[in-house]
């Protein structure tokens, strides 16, 4: 019996987030579905990210993820053949299934957003049937946004970016959430850290007055960018080559991303801009941008598809604007940047170096993940 039949049953009584109280109007109760609403835990959101991306991180030392599809892991360590959450029916860490919408949408659901079917679909249902997995356009009203368990994969609106901005913010259609104003171009980092592949690469540059403008622009008050939060979410259109994204994991100064990133391992971030400090100005971010086994795409890339097989950037807590970065060679990185990263061969083959690459991006957009969210209970998924 469902927990609205019981309701009806007890006569004047209401069931709501998982407690049942008396309503005065017993018609109203009746003719409205209850529902549950949540309050997103954006402090939890962020530290799953932060706490999944170190992980991950680390686990590349230990041999690297799997490659037999068979055996492949997630975006939340290796693959638990116990647990729902297993995505092996669809991740291969390559193009179009790398794993990094499934890592923010783990990241929101660690915050409390809870699974959900599409209307008129039995949340017992543990399959999402082929429409479920190919559809996400039409946002909340039209989708559900969970893992598939019985077919080792998840809903487009769970496992792809366009389907997350969809199911959370699209005009209209979305959950609740919003892009942000303004978007942030290459032209507003440009002066402000060294792109590389160079000496300088991912270091502030001294041009003070490109600073200032990027931190104003970020913090105008005329527009919402400035309302960013950790538990946001970043998405960025890949030129030739698969979408990203990043979950927004608190504010932090602006530094270089070796600076950043030694930063964020020992000093908190703030939730909300300048909330712990008031240096605290520029978005941190966090991913998953793990690849393995690709054709290569450029000059700085080996003929050799073994040599792709690693992470394309440090995936941990660091500036947003790092994602412009392209370091090339040893002498710019971390001792255990140099044992993590992916290595591929510049510009000779014989030489093998170590690269953080550069996402091939003209710009970022900020989504606003919803505060809060009003499910109706029939819409509720538990795997």
């Known amino acids: ?30 003719a409205v579905e209850p529902s549950i609403t949540v309050t997103y835990d954006r402090a939890a959101a962020a530290q799953r990210a932060i706490d999944l991306s170190r992980a991950n991180f680390r686990a590349f030392l230990d041999g690297g993820f799997p490659e037999n ?23 291969t ?22 699974m959900t079917v599409r209307p008129n679909t039995n949340p017992k249902n543990f399959d999402c049937d082929s429409t479920d997995l190919e559809f996400y356009q039409g946002g909340f009203d039209d989708n559900g946004w969970r893992i598939c368990p019985n077919q080792q994969s998840a809903t487009n609106t769970w496992k792809n970016h366009e389907g997350i901005k969809v199911y959370f913010a699209a005009d209209t259609v979305g959950l609740g959430g919003q892009r942000l104003d303004p978007q942030l171009i290459r032209d507003d980092i440009v002066n402000v850290v060294h792109q590389g592949p160079d000496a300088n690469a991912g270091q502030l540059t001294e041009d003070e007055t490109a600073h200032n403008n990027l931190i104003n622009k970020i913090n105008d008050p005329t527009k919402n960018l400035n309302t960013l939060k950790a538990g946001d979410y970043i998405f960025i259109d890949v030129s030739g080559g698969d979408s990203h994204g990043f979950m927004v994991v608190g504010w932090g100064p602006l530094l270089g ?33 793990f690849g393995t086994k690709d054709a290569p795409t450029d000059q700085y890339d080996s003929e050799n598809e073994d040599d792709r097989t690693g992470w ?3 995936p941990r807590p660091r500036p947003f604007y790092s994602t412009q970065v392209f370091i090339i060679g040893d002498t710019n990185l971390r001792q255990d940047q140099v044992n993590y990263l992916r290595k591929i061969r510049y510009p000779n083959p014989t030489d093998l170096v170590i690269a953080h690459q550069r996402f091939a991006h003209l710009q970022w957009d900020f ?17």
């Open 1 to 30: 019996m469902g927990k609205r039949q019981i309701a009806n049953i007890l006569g004047h009584v209401e069931y709501k987030q998982g407690k049942y109280r008396r309503v005065a109007n017993i018609q109203a109760m009746i």
């Open 69 to 91: 599809k068979a055996d492949v892991a997630a975006v939340v360590g290796k693959v638990d053949r116990n647990s729902p959450h297993d995505y092996s029916a669809y991740l």
């Open 367 to 383: 989504y606003k993940i919803p505060d809060t969210v009003t499910i109706p209970y029939g819409r509720i998924f538990y795997p």
């Open 312 to 314: 394309l950037q440090d």
């Open 93 to 114: 860490h390559r193009p179009l299934g790398t794993g990094s919408a499934i890592f923010i949408s783990e990241c929101i659901f660690a915050g409390g957003m809870p």
């Open 257 to 289: 991303t070796q600076d950043g990133i030694e930063y964020a391992r020992t000093t908190p971030l703030s939730i909300e801009r300048a909330s712990l400090d008031s240096s605290h100005v520029i978005p941190y971010i966090a991913d998953f941008c």
